[in-house]
């Protein structure tokens, strides 16, 4: 695999569900993407994503803190992407903010997933990032190279 071409697509990948995020978004309290990447055996990516928001049937963003009644888009882009059906190839799952708890322990359960990427860290859910530190490294953008990602993906 070449790492440097790795490196580049996990940072183009943060821009697309920035972007996404932004111009999507329907939740009034934040503006959240997450994209899903696979590398697979040979050289392609899989990738799956979404932005938070309302689910359907309902519409409804209340603003409340933690209770706003928005699904999160870790789960959305996890669900996309188990359609796809597994194989033992090196997934990151990224987040353009950090994840919830309830998020993180998604992340953990699903099993598949190698490191976690966030773009901004946010030190109230700082707990979630020790939840997920204890199985699943969690990066923030800016400490991702292609040396650390051939040093986790090296088996
Ligand atoms: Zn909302
Ligand atoms: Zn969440």
């Not at 999507?24 to 309290?29: F, I, K, P, T």
């Not at 953008?141 to 088996?155: D, V």
Request: proline fraction near 5%; aromatic fraction near 8%.
């Amino acid at each position: 695999m070449d790492w440097n071409f790795c490196n580049k697509i996990v940072d183009d990948t943060f821009d697309r569900i920035k972007t996404e995020a932004e111009k999507n978004q329907v939740c009034l309290r934040k503006a959240c993407g997450c994209a899903i990447l696979r590398f697979e055996e040979d050289g392609s990516v899989t990738a799956t994503q979404a932005i938070n928001g309302p689910s359907h049937p309902n519409n409804e963003c209340t603003n409340e803190v933690g209770n706003c009644g928005c699904s999160h888009a870790e789960p959305r882009a996890i669900l996309k992407f188990a359609e796809l059906g597994r194989n033992d190839c090196p997934v990151i799952l990224l987040t353009t903010y950090s994840s919830c708890i309830p998020c993180a322990n998604l992340v953990i359960e699903c099993g598949f997933i190698d490191v976690v990427a966030y773009e901004i860290w946010a030190p109230h859910w700082a707990r979630a990032d020790v939840i997920l530190k204890n199985v699943i490294p969690v990066w923030t953008r800016e400490i991702i190279t292609p040396n650390l990602l051939s040093t986790q993906f090296e088996k």
